[in-house]
């Protein structure tokens, strides 16, 4: 049992808002999911710039000289902002494949969270207020989000076993529920060229759509796809650069409530998640069919 929010902002003029709209919906979450918590935020993308947000287990000594030493790696300007036991790392796009080589031998101990143009994700062990709070999530702005607050059932409580996974640029899944076929599918992804940091099976479908949107699905026809190469019960929220989208099992045995105005699509593992949105007392508000792929794009 995970608690699972989503919110896709139609009305610009809510963004400033999206952190602090997307920690309330997951802190009401949290009796679904106390082991850990995370959050990924859809900001603003800088034209021609590259975000990676990375996690270290001893943030005073990896991130001391982190900025001028991958900077000088680069040799190009890096500008970081640290938040707790993560960095966010902001350079040329061009750089993005070198950043992370760069990394690698650097600091081969930093985990990375996220990269792309628009991403960051912010996650860790601990209460979804916790989290929230270290991270200052509540004061972040963007245009789309999604969280996930976790109860373990199958791998260990760790930082990098908590959700979103980000597997693709720009692409991240949150998950409720189990997948069956995780294992034979990891290897089949793994001849393919994917790479994996957990034994999570979450992972494993965060993979699958990355590797379908790499060989020239959008996000919608990987959803859709999944629904045949993937067993088990579960409930997806994905985030892409532009778009949002919800996929249930065929079964769909775990919960799931949306909601929309003309200011936001909204998800929630429960109602509750969403009763303090803006305007939510006029939403259209439905339980999403099994099978079926919802996806919304900016």
Same mark, same amino acid.
């Given at each position: 049992?995970?608690?699972?929010?989503?919110?896709?902002?139609?009305?610009?003029?809510?963004? /400033?808002?999206?952190?602090?709209?997307? &920690?309330?919906?997951? %802190?009401?979450? &949290?009796?679904?999911? /106390?082991?850990?918590?995370?959050?990924?935020?859809?900001?603003?993308?800088?034209?021609?710039?590259?975000?990676?947000?990375?996690?270290?287990?001893?943030?005073?000594?990896?991130?001391?000289?982190?900025?001028?030493?991958?900077?000088?790696?680069?040799?190009?300007?890096?500008?970081?902002?640290?938040?707790?036991?993560?960095?966010?790392?902001?350079?040329?796009?061009?750089?993005?494949?070198?950043?992370?080589?760069?990394?690698?031998?650097?600091?081969?101990?930093?985990?990375?969270?996220?990269?792309?143009?628009?991403?960051?994700?912010?996650?860790?062990?601990?209460? /979804? +207020?916790? %989290?929230?709070?270290?991270?200052?999530?509540?004061?972040?702005?963007?245009?789309?989000?999604?969280?996930?607050?976790?109860?373990?059932?199958?791998?260990?409580? &760790?930082?990098?076993? +908590?959700?979103?996974?980000? &597997?693709?640029?720009?692409?991240?899944?949150?998950?409720?529920?189990?997948?069956?076929?995780?294992?034979?599918?990891?290897?089949?992804?793994?001849?393919?060229?994917?790479?994996?940091?957990?034994?999570?099976?979450?992972?494993?479908? +965060?993979?699958?759509?990355?590797?379908?949107?790499?060989?020239?699905?959008?996000?919608?026809?990987?959803?859709?796809?999944?629904?045949?190469?993937?067993?088990?019960?579960?409930?997806?929220?994905?985030?892409?650069?532009?778009?949002?989208? %919800?996929?249930?099992?065929?079964? +769909?045995?775990?919960?799931?409530?949306?909601?929309?105005?003309?200011?936001?699509?909204?998800?929630?593992?429960?109602?509750?998640?969403?009763?303090?949105?803006?305007?939510?007392?006029?939403?259209?508000?439905?339980?999403?069919? /099994?099978?079926?792929?919802?996806?919304?794009?900016?």
């Amino acid at each position: 049992m995970c608690g699972i929010v989503g919110l896709f902002l139609k009305d610009s003029a809510l963004e /400033p808002q999206l952190g602090a709209l997307l &920690t309330d919906m997951l %802190v009401t979450m &949290t009796d679904r999911g /106390p082991d850990s918590a995370g959050i990924a935020i859809y900001g603003g993308a800088e034209a021609g710039k590259w975000t990676i947000t990375v996690q270290s287990a001893n943030p005073d000594a990896d991130f001391a000289t982190l900025e001028a030493d991958l900077a000088a790696a680069l040799d190009a300007p890096v500008k970081m902002t640290i938040k707790d036991t993560h960095a966010v790392l902001v350079l040329d796009a061009d750089k993005a494949d070198a950043a992370r080589a760069a990394l690698k031998s650097l600091r081969p101990d930093l985990r990375i969270m996220s990269s792309g143009e628009s991403i960051e994700i912010f996650k860790e062990v601990g209460l /979804p +207020a916790d %989290v929230a709070a270290r991270f200052e999530v509540s004061k972040m702005s963007g245009s789309h989000g999604i969280g996930h607050t976790r109860m373990a059932t199958e791998s260990a409580i &760790t930082t990098m076993g +908590a959700h979103p996974f980000s &597997t693709g640029p720009d692409q991240c899944l949150v998950h409720n529920g189990s997948l069956s076929n995780h294992n034979s599918l990891r290897r089949r992804l793994i001849r393919e060229g994917m790479t994996f940091e957990t034994e999570n099976d979450s992972e494993v479908a +965060a993979a699958y759509l990355s590797w379908k949107m790499a060989n020239g699905a959008d996000l919608g026809g990987a959803l859709e796809a999944s629904l045949d190469d993937l067993d088990g019960f579960y409930t997806f929220v994905v985030g892409t650069k532009d778009g949002f989208g %919800v996929l249930r099992d065929p079964i +769909a045995c775990k919960p799931a409530v949306m909601a929309e105005t003309d200011q936001y699509v909204a998800f929630g593992s429960e109602y509750r998640a969403m009763v303090n949105l803006p305007g939510i007392e006029t939403a259209r508000v439905w339980e999403p069919e /099994p099978s079926t792929v919802y996806f919304w794009k900016h």
